[in-house]
Structure formats: C-alpha cells, structure tokens
T-cell receptor, first 113, second 116 residues
Framework: DAGVTQSPTHLIKTRGQQVTLRCSPK?????VSWYQQALGQGPQFIFQ???????QRGNFPDRFSGHQFPNYSSELNVNALLLGDSALYLC????????????FGQGTRLTVV | AQSVAQPEDQVNVAEGNPLTVKCTYS??????LFWYVQYPNRGLQFLLK??????LVKGSYGFEAEFNKSQTSFHLKKPSALVSDSALYFC??????????????FGGGTRLMVKP
C-alpha cells in the first residue's frame, strides 16, 4: 500500500502563473482534504472533496479550486499565484464515516518567485 | 469556531527523561483530538487520537496523551525520550458536531529537541 502520494514534490512558479497539484489517496479512502502549511506554521485547511464534490471550504480565496475524480484522486489548482502562496501543500485522505486520523502525503513544496 | 493552542514553540529534554508537549483546544461541541509528528521535509504522521472513552490514549512509538475535559487539554507524553523523537509535533481538533464539518484545525506546532 503506497499510502497517500502527491506530485510533484517540489515546484517553482512565477508570480501570476497557475499551478496544479495532484494527490492519490490511500487505498480504500474516498475523502480527500487539502491543507496549506506556511513555513513555521501549522497546516491550514483549504477544502475537502467527497463524491467528486467540494464539501467544506476553509478561509481561502476563489483562486484556490479543486477537483476529485471518480477514482478518488484529487487536484488542487491555484490561479494568479502570489508570493504568499509559497508553502507546503499537504493532501490528506480518509474513509468517510470512519473516525480515524487522516493519512497525509509527503506534500508538495511550492515556491513562488 | 474551533481552535488549538500549543503554548510552547520548543521543548527541550534530555534522552531518557519524560517529555510533555502541551495542547489546549476550543470547540463548540465535543472534540475529536489528534497528535501528529512531522520530520524535516516530510508530511504529517499520525500518532494517536482521542474519540471517546478512556482519557489516557496510547499511540505509536510509545507516546500517549491524556484528555482532560475540564481543562480542555490534550497533552502528549512519553515516559522516556529518545533522540530520534526530535521533530515537530502538531495537535489537532475536529468538532464531533457534523454540522461543523470534518476539517481538522491544527495548532502552531511544538519543536521537540531531545539531547543525548
């Protein structure tokens, strides 16, 4: 079992560009959440996807959008990148209805220059 | 709204000594509580959770945590620290009330330094 896998591991983008990050959940998991972790801070919830729909959203602007595919994998898209979007982006998966600790991927380190 | 506070940015302890990493929380309903550990350039690894039942929860790598409802705390503990325990530790809370959603709210993290 590969666990939660994210790609790419590192990414450098220019301010104003768009970026897409990808996540494959742990086998058997159907719910995917995305978190942003700025340097020296705890992760901040961006949004959660279940049954291919956004179910809950944190305090992030509309520049942040996502998608979930029928195989439960997910994408995070960020438009009009700002320098402040530089962070570690973490994907977490779990099985809906099961109260357990979410499994996190290793993250994608995004640097906006 | 739910929140988590980790009052110590860093905890220093000698190898073999007991360690405590503090966490307090705030939720409107009853909490689900979690501890995660993060090693450099890595994602979060789940350590343990409190859902209901016994206030003392045992988790991975010899860690345990004690839920105290009156003090709204969930401190992480280990009887004997190892140098390899040195990492960043995060406490997280989720409100049991499903209307609050399933999001985890994390504290700012505590860096644990275990010295030989």
């Amino acid at each position: 079992d590969a666990g939660v896998t994210q790609s790419p591991t590192h990414l450098i983008k220019t301010r104003g560009q768009q970026v897409t990050l990808r996540c494959s959940p742990k086998s058997g998991h159907d719910t995917v959440s995305w978190y942003q972790q700025a340097l020296g801070q705890g992760p901040q919830f961006i949004f959660q996807y279940y049954e291919e729909e956004e179910r809950q959203r944190g305090n992030f602007p509309d520049r942040f959008s996502g998608h979930q595919f029928p195989n439960y994998s997910s994408e995070l898209n960020v438009n009009a990148l700002l320098l402040g979007d530089s962070a570690l982006y973490l994907c977490a998966s779990r099985q809906q209805g099961v109260i357990a600790g979410a499994f996190f991927g290793q993250g994608t380190r995004l640097t906006v220059v | 709204a739910q929140s988590v506070a980790q009052p110590e940015d860093q905890v220093n302890v000698a190898e073999g000594n007991p360690l405590t990493v503090k966490c307090t929380y705030s939720v409107s309903g009853n909490p689900y509580l979690f501890w995660y550990v993060q090693y450099p350039n890595r994602g979060l690894q789940f350590l343990l959770k409190y859902i209901t039942g016994d206030n003392l929860v045992k988790g991975s790598y010899g860690f345990e945590a004690e839920f105290n409802k009156s003090q709204t705390s969930f401190h992480l503990k280990k009887p004997s620290a190892l140098v390899s325990d040195s990492a960043l530790y995060f406490c997280a809370v989720r409100d049991m009330n499903n209307n609050a959603g399933n999001m985890l709210t994390f504290g700012g993290g505590t860096r644990l330094m275990v010295k030989p």
